[in-house]
């Protein structure tokens, strides 16, 4: 029976997540949260593809509930919680998943776009985004490419048991607050370009609020996914150095394969201390067990120490309604208060330095205005004692507890053999008496400790060496590729192309500098090619028009048009490319631009 367990918990568990995501089809995602939790719905196929395609709302979506409690507490309205269709032009070009194919989500280039979709959610569900994404640039582009280094194609890149996983050492502390300070700065800096663009078009009566909101929600789209990172570091099972780093050039080893082998063991060791409940709880043969591994779940003497030296108890993913404000539960306090500091003070740097333009923002009492990057929402760690008792898979059969130690000889015999079926790694007789060793090694380590200075945190901060050659995540520096690149963007960055396309209206101040009278031209003769489809040239003439009413005025020329309704990229781009149309008896500007694009 104990083998039986151990070797369904360990065929079940990937790496490590923190807080838990959820990915749903559903028949309409164009409705709200609200309406869409209420029904019952299919969960995305584990391929990036798919779950680049659907909403990221379902039973457990914790961080993207944790990212709306954030936002309730913080007082921004009501408004940023429902449903944005960010309209996105793409082409005619499809890509292979599943034996079938499926519309590309890629962001063209206007002057070749033949087709529209929209790409519905909210900035809560970004919060999950790096569970799913490298970035928000991979999602912009429907996953159909690999940002990883050294991954093979695009589904397997964004498998998580085989990439994404080894590599979430940035989702355990201290490497998530370096990456939520690189996305809160990203979130901060684009909120100042919203902030000019606001100053730029003040006194224009609200003709051009669409715009404003639209970077305003960009900015907190940012936001959103360092909000993950900062969720992560107040997940109990993510309070401590998993080893590696956000690159598989961070794991050793003579090429990729040779270290995606160790990268693979490594992030199954960190699932395994963090705890297995996520994935075995929902198995419907597992319904008469309660699979309560700490380190997440409500156990007495899991605790954790504040970077103030407080001692506090702490629990993680698929326990978050024990946390305030979704609980009275007062023993959790420590850990929702000062978490909640942290995620609303982010939030609101964020929203006022935007310009507040979904409406004022309006704080709870009860927060605490606090540097979100700083030591106090990232330097809580695990007690040796808590990081002994997630030495172990937890679970009580018929009321009886019962633990299966992570450093049993079976346990460490089957890992590996879960890593080669899950991983997709071979892992070699050498790498797998190294791992053996190491683990049990760490595991003996760790109790030792956990009996010497029960309340210390060294296992936590990395002090008992490496795993597999992989080092304690906190000796890793720098970021990744893959991430959103800072600010000012390249116009030759990719990432930034896609993010620029995606966000066209957040971003118009840009589009209108860069759209001369050359390029105007080729989306209206773009709309005019004769080889389009229907819904192609329906396409071409939507998104010309969508570009050529920024910088149409309405009348003959300089010396003789409308005064009243001056363009966008007029107010916004001085200097930049204008229009002159007219017609008899249309002043509507877009009804001009349509005229003008399409005849």
Known sequence: ???????????????????????????????????????????????????????????????????????????????????????????SDTVAVDGGVTPTLIPSAFEAATRMRFRQLTPGELAQLPDYSYALWDWAAGHETCPLSGASDATDCHDFAAHMGPVNANHFVPQSQRFYAHYHALALGRAAQCAAMKLKVAGEGGRFDAFLRACE???????????????????????????????????????????????????????????????????????????????????????????????????????????????????????????????????????RAAGESHGPAMPGAGLVSVDPTSATCFGQRATNQAMARGAAINLKVAGAQAAIPLDARFVTRLVPQVARST?????????????????????????????????????????????????????????????????????????????GRLFHRAHAAEWCAALDDAALRRLKDHAADPLLDAEGRAVACTVCAELAVRHLRVGASAASYDTAQEPLCALLAPGSTLLYREAPGVTEPFALATGWCCP
């Not at 998993?242 to 699932?271: M, Q």
């Not at 760790?446 to 906190?474: F, Y």
């Open 217 to 351: 929600w960009e900015a907190l789209a940012y936001e959103a996914v360092g909000h993950h990172f900062l969720q992560d570091a107040w997940s109990m099972g993510h309070m401590w150095q998993r080893w590696g780093g956000a690159s598989l050039a961070d794991f050793p080893g003579v090429d990729d394969e040779a270290r995606r082998d160790r990268a693979v063991l490594v992030a199954l060791v960190a699932g395994l201390f963090h705890g297995a409940r996520t994935v075995l709880q929902a198995v419907p043969s597992w319904t008469g067990y309660d699979v309560n591994d700490a380190l997440c779940a409500p156990w007495a003497d899991v605790r954790f120490m504040t970077a103030g030296g407080t001692l506090a108890n702490g629990i993680g993913d698929n326990y978050l309604l024990y946390l305030a404000p979704f609980s009275a539960n007062a023993l959790y306090d420590t850990q929702s208060q000062t978490f909640f500091s942290c995620a609303a003070s982010g939030m609101l740097e964020v929203y």
């Open 1 to 91: 029976m104990r083998r039986a367990l151990i070797a369904v918990v360990l065929c079940a568990a990937p790496a490590a997540r923190a807080w838990e995501s959820a990915c749903s089809v559903f028949a309409n995602p164009a409705q709200d949260p609200s309406a869409l939790k209420s029904q019952d719905a299919e969960a995305c196929r584990p391929t990036g593809l798919d779950t680049a395609r659907h909403r990221w709302i379902g039973r457990y979506d914790e961080h993207r509930l944790l990212f709306e409690a954030t936002r309730e507490l913080a007082g921004l309205p009501a408004a940023l919680s429902a449903t944005m269709p960010l309209q996105v032009f793409t082409t």
């Open 423 to 499: 991983g997709k790694v071979p892992v070699s007789n050498q790498v797998r008496t190294e791992f053996r060793l190491g683990l049990s090694r760490f595991v003996t380590m760790t109790r030792i400790r956990a009996k010497e200075e029960p309340l210390s945190t060294d296992v936590a901060d990395g002090q008992w060496g490496e795993l597999l050659g992989a080092k304690p995540n906190g000796q890793y520096s720098g970021l990744p590729a893959y991430v959103d690149p800072p600010l000012p963007w390249s116009s030759a960055d990719p990432r930034a192309t896609h993010l």
